[in-house]
């Protein structure tokens, strides 16, 4: 544990925690910080993982939430501070995919994938910022994604949505470093969760799955361990000079 500059300790909030990466990065955070809230729209999932990390000694509390709904988040971040405290490590994580050609993008696929991808955490940014500012610290791990970076097959809206996470975190970096808040975003390619596997058996990939992996210099699977692992490092006390960065976790894809 770390101990911060706040007097109740430090506590992270993880969007998505419920499910795949967000689960990993709850699982992690919780060796590293006082608590981690595990807010998800399936609320019966994010129960399920802070009851895992309190079974294996860590202090997690499950909230629902939206991150589209602005009041549903701010709900849900009353319920936090109450439960934990003040919300000064965030991870946006939580996201939503669909697979379509882009002259078939419904204009309300395009709008839902925006809401959650990309306004999402611009609704959790500004509900735990007034935290971390009083804090004077902060730490803010955007989840980005290889298609950002390399443009993804049937999936323009959803890599524009995460193109924009990439250059809010940028931004959020320049804003936000003079209150000790760093802003930092982790790309992964394909990592082993329920949204990849979903994506492999709708058969909704250019090419077979196995071919991908074998273009990339690690021709495997990424672990959700393995993207935790980067949110960590953010997150922590010896990430204090690294802002506005993008790191791959991606077996080498994309530099
Ligand atoms: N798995 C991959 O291969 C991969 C690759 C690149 C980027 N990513 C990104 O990693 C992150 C996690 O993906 P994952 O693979 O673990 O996905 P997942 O589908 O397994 O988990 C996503 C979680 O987010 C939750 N969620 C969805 N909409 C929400 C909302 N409106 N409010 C609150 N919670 C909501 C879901 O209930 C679920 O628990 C996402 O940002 C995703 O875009 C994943």
Same mark, same amino acid.
């Given at each position: 544990?770390?101990?911060?500059?706040?007097?109740?300790?430090? =506590?992270?909030?993880?969007?998505?925690?419920?499910?795949?990466?967000?689960?990993?990065?709850?699982?992690?955070?919780?060796?590293?910080?006082?608590?981690?809230?595990?807010?998800?729209?399936?609320?019966?999932?994010?129960?399920?993982?802070?009851?895992?990390?309190?079974?294996?000694?860590?202090?997690?509390?499950?909230?629902? &939430?939206?991150?589209?709904?602005?009041?549903?988040?701010?709900?849900?971040?009353?319920?936090? +501070?109450?439960?934990?405290?003040?919300?000064?490590?965030?991870?946006?994580?939580?996201?939503?995919?669909?697979?379509?050609? =882009?002259?078939?993008?419904?204009?309300?696929?395009?709008?839902?994938?925006?809401?959650?991808?990309? $306004? &999402? *955490?611009?609704?959790?940014?500004?509900?735990?910022?007034?935290?971390?500012?009083?804090? @004077?610290?902060?730490?803010?791990?955007?989840?980005?994604?290889?298609?950002?970076?390399?443009?993804?097959?049937?999936?323009?809206?959803?890599?524009?949505? $995460?193109?924009?996470?990439?250059?809010?975190?940028?931004?959020?970096?320049?804003?936000?470093?003079?209150?000790?808040?760093?802003?930092?975003?982790?790309?992964?390619?394909?990592?082993?969760? *329920?949204?990849? +596997?979903?994506?492999?058996?709708?058969?909704?990939?250019?090419?077979? =799955?196995?071919?991908?992996? $074998?273009?990339? *210099?690690?021709? +495997?699977?990424?672990?959700?361990?393995?993207?935790?692992?980067?949110?960590?490092? =953010?997150?922590?006390?010896?990430?204090?000079?690294?802002? &506005?960065?993008?790191? @791959?976790?991606?077996?080498?894809?994309?530099?």
């Amino acid at each position: 544990m770390q101990s911060g500059n706040s007097a109740t300790g430090r =506590f992270a909030l993880v969007t998505g925690g419920g499910s795949g990466i967000g689960e990993a990065v709850c699982h992690r955070l919780a060796r590293d910080v006082d608590g981690v809230a595990v807010l998800d729209i399936h609320v019966d999932e994010a129960r399920r993982v802070a009851e895992d990390i309190r079974q294996a000694g860590g202090n997690a509390f499950p909230v629902h &939430g939206d991150v589209a709904d602005r009041s549903s988040l701010d709900a849900a971040i009353v319920q936090v +501070r109450a439960e934990l405290g003040p919300v000064t490590v965030l991870v946006n994580n939580a996201a939503v995919e669909s697979f379509h050609l =882009f002259a078939d993008i419904a204009e309300a696929d395009w709008e839902r994938i925006m809401q959650v991808n990309l $306004k &999402g *955490p611009y609704l959790a940014v500004q509900a735990v910022l007034p935290d971390m500012i009083a804090a @004077g610290w902060g730490r803010i791990v955007n989840i980005s994604s290889l298609a950002a970076q390399i443009g993804a097959f049937k999936m323009a809206h959803y890599s524009a949505s $995460k193109g924009g996470v990439t250059s809010l975190t940028r931004t959020l970096a320049i804003e936000l470093g003079a209150h000790g808040i760093t802003v930092n975003a982790v790309a992964p390619s394909f990592i082993d969760t *329920p949204m990849a +596997r979903r994506a492999i058996a709708a058969n909704d990939l250019p090419i077979p =799955f196995e071919e991908i992996l $074998k273009g990339y *210099p690690i021709p +495997r699977f990424g672990r959700p361990e393995e993207v935790a692992a980067a949110c960590a490092f =953010f997150a922590s006390e010896e990430a204090s000079y690294v802002t &506005g960065q993008l790191l @791959g976790v991606n077996g080498g894809a994309a530099f």
